[in-house]
């Protein structure tokens, strides 16, 4: 049995708990995106950075665990009904989603029928999408649940990010600083222009700066045991939905959606 199969169970801080193997397995699955749903070893070892022989012991579990489907006739793996299920449970155990609906639709029924709602949770430096409200308009934002946004540069991503308790957001900078360096001036900016929003207008603004094409507004939410905070936007195509309308005709109606939702919840912050 090689090194390689006996994977030494400490985190690069040295954390005897850390179970490395888990670790890469998760990684492998988080490697799929929306629009690039079949990968093969190859491609899941340059996202990874990890050797060709460890990845595909790794997508050989995740097989035959029915959390990762193989195709013979293009030698590609895509996700299977095992990370669903996990989804489904996730989704069932956030209260948040199911209260958040009402008020994503009402959202949605102000004067710009371009108009798209979603509500996000953190995950590492992504905020994911686990509810969305759109238009019936075809161009509103084509984006569904799942869909992951960085935590720094969208006006979603941030508005979680303000909302943490201040030691849980720092842990979130350094991890980002280290992860990704090259970006370190980029990142102390958008946070910076994060709180600097929400102390003026009681949300964070996003226009165009994770996409060209995308405005949008978002706050936080608060969950009522106080243990998550959650992001709540609304925006849509730049060519339709304009900042200023935004401003004018939505942040006051997200703040109050936000305030209904957070109504008792510990330790949220003044807006």
Same mark, same amino acid.
């Given at each position: 049995?090689?090194? #390689?199969? *006996?994977?030494? @169970?400490?985190?690069?801080?040295?954390?005897? &708990?850390?179970?490395?193997?888990?670790? =890469?397995?998760?990684?492998?699955?988080?490697?799929?995106?929306?629009?690039?749903?079949?990968?093969?070893?190859?491609?899941?070892?340059? =996202?990874? %950075?990890?050797?060709k022989p460890t990845i595909s012991r790794l997508t050989h579990t995740l097989r035959k665990l029915d959390y990762l489907v193989y195709s013979e006739r293009t030698g590609?793996? =895509?996700?299977?009904?095992?990370?669903? +299920?996990?989804?489904?449970?996730?989704?069932?155990?956030?209260?948040?989603? @199911? !209260?958040?609906? $009402?008020?994503?639709?009402?959202?949605?029924?102000?004067?710009?029928?371009?108009?798209?709602?979603? *509500?996000? $949770?953190?995950? !590492?430096?992504?905020?994911?999408?686990?509810?969305?409200?759109?238009? &019936?308009?075809?161009?509103?934002?084509?984006?569904?649940?799942?869909? !992951?946004?960085?935590?720094?540069?969208?006006?979603?991503? =941030? +508005?979680?990010?303000?909302?943490?308790?201040?030691?849980? !957001?720092?842990? *979130?900078?350094?991890?980002?600083?280290?992860?990704? /360096? @090259?970006?370190?001036?980029?990142?102390?900016?958008? *946070?910076?222009?994060?709180?600097? #929003?929400?102390?003026?207008?009681?949300?964070?603004?996003?226009?165009?700066?994770?996409?060209?094409?995308?405005?949008?507004? +978002?706050? /936080?939410?608060?969950?009522?045991?106080? @243990?998550?905070?959650? %992001?709540?936007?609304? %925006?849509? /195509?730049s060519f339709f939905v304009h900042p200023d309308e935004l401003m004018e005709h939505y942040a006051e109606r997200l703040k109050k959606a936000a305030q209904n939702l957070s109504s008792?919840?510990?330790?949220?912050?003044?807006?």
């Amino acid at each position: 049995m090689g090194k #390689d199969d *006996l994977i030494e @169970d400490v985190d690069a801080d040295g954390d005897r &708990k850390f179970v490395t193997a888990l670790a =890469r397995g998760l990684d492998v699955l988080r490697c799929f995106r929306p629009y690039e749903t079949n990968l093969t070893n190859h491609e899941i070892a340059q =996202r990874t %950075g990890l050797p060709k022989p460890t990845i595909s012991r790794l997508t050989h579990t995740l097989r035959k665990l029915d959390y990762l489907v193989y195709s013979e006739r293009t030698g590609t793996y =895509r996700l299977g009904a095992g990370v669903l +299920a996990l989804g489904f449970g996730v989704l069932s155990s956030i209260e948040m989603t @199911d !209260r958040a609906r $009402e008020e994503m639709a009402a959202l949605c029924e102000g004067p710009n029928p371009n108009i798209t709602s979603a *509500l996000a $949770e953190q995950h !590492r430096l992504r905020a994911v999408y686990t509810a969305i409200q759109r238009s &019936k308009e075809a161009v509103s934002l084509t984006i569904n649940v799942g869909a !992951r946004l960085p935590l720094f540069h969208s006006a979603i991503g =941030r +508005a979680i990010l303000v909302g943490l308790p201040e030691k849980q !957001r720092q842990a *979130l900078v350094d991890q980002a600083l280290a992860e990704l /360096p @090259d970006e370190r001036k980029r990142t102390i900016a958008s *946070l910076d222009k994060g709180l600097r #929003d929400y102390e003026e207008y009681g949300l964070c603004t996003g226009f165009g700066e994770w996409k060209n094409e995308v405005h949008g507004i +978002a706050v /936080p939410v608060f969950s009522l045991n106080g @243990d998550r905070v959650h %992001g709540l936007n609304v %925006g849509g /195509p730049s060519f339709f939905v304009h900042p200023d309308e935004l401003m004018e005709h939505y942040a006051e109606r997200l703040k109050k959606a936000a305030q209904n939702l957070s109504s008792g919840a510990p330790g949220k912050p003044a807006a």
